[in-house]
């Protein structure tokens, strides 16, 4: 069994804004008693987001942290880290957060907040990804986990997976396939960091005892 030094695992937080499809990847990944990492707290700065509602039955504390409610960012992001740390939040995972974070936030949790998103980065940054994914008519699509800097999307990045952009394809086709994919890769990437096997250097990441693929990816095939 897979466990941090000491015996504990690690606690997450996870941050939603939204229907929280990456959530329940981690709520079935930590349900596994093997798993390295539990949910200690899920935050949602909106309040009736759908992914609140996963929460319940697996018994899952949850807080909601409304930016509305809070003159500005800066207090916002105060009681974020403030109930972050009321948890014993040992890593900070963003599941759809639609809010950017500042850089005192992010500086905060420096090497211990990561991010998932639609595109192979650095491709796609921001929002509308897949129907300009699309539009850029690009044969491989996919999605990332990294590291969150200050910069919007930006960071080392840890695990991607690429999948194929089909010709009769739109924005929501697309979507759905890379979907299945950030499903399989945040809740690995979270395992990874709660065995201890990742490491940043000179913002790169290193990843320990993983295998690299020796698949080429040729989209579309030529059967000639
Ligand atoms: C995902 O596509 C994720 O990559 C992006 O926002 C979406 C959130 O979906 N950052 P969900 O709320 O996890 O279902």
Not at 51 to 74: M, S, W, Y
Not at 76 to 83: G, V
Not at 154 to 159: A, E, H, R, S
Not at 166 to 172: G, M
């Amino acid at each position: 069994m897979a466990e941090r030094k000491g015996g504990t695992k690690l606690k997450l937080g996870v941050l939603i804004s939204g229907r929280g499809s990456n959530l329940q990847a981690l709520i079935d990944a930590s349900a596994n008693p093997d798993y390295p990492a539990e949910i200690a707290l899920v935050v949602s700065n909106v309040p009736n987001a759908k992914g609140l509602e996963r929460c319940r039955q697996p018994n899952i504390a949850t807080a909601v942290i409304d930016h509305k409610d809070f003159d500005d960012r800066e207090s916002f992001e105060a009681e974020l880290d403030k109930t972050l740390r009321a948890s014993g939040v040992g890593l900070v995972c963003l599941a759809g957060f639609m809010r950017l974070l500042t850089d005192t936030f992010v500086n905060r949790w420096h090497d211990r907040l990561i991010n998932i998103h639609p595109s192979l980065l650095p491709a796609f940054k921001g929002i509308n990804v897949h129907e300009r994914a699309v539009e850029a008519g690009v044969r491989i699509a996919g999605c990332t986990v990294h590291y969150v800097r200050p910069a919007m999307d930006d960071g080392p990045i840890i695990v991607q997976a690429a999948v194929p952009v089909h010709p009769d394809d739109d924005a929501d086709t697309l979507a759905a396939r890379v979907l299945t994919h950030e499903h399989r890769i945040y809740p690995l990437v979270v395992s990874l960091i709660a065995e201890g096997r990742v490491r940043v250097a000179s913002e790169r990441v290193l990843i320990d005892d993983v295998h690299s693929s020796e698949e080429t990816l040729i989209n579309p095939i030529d059967r000639r």
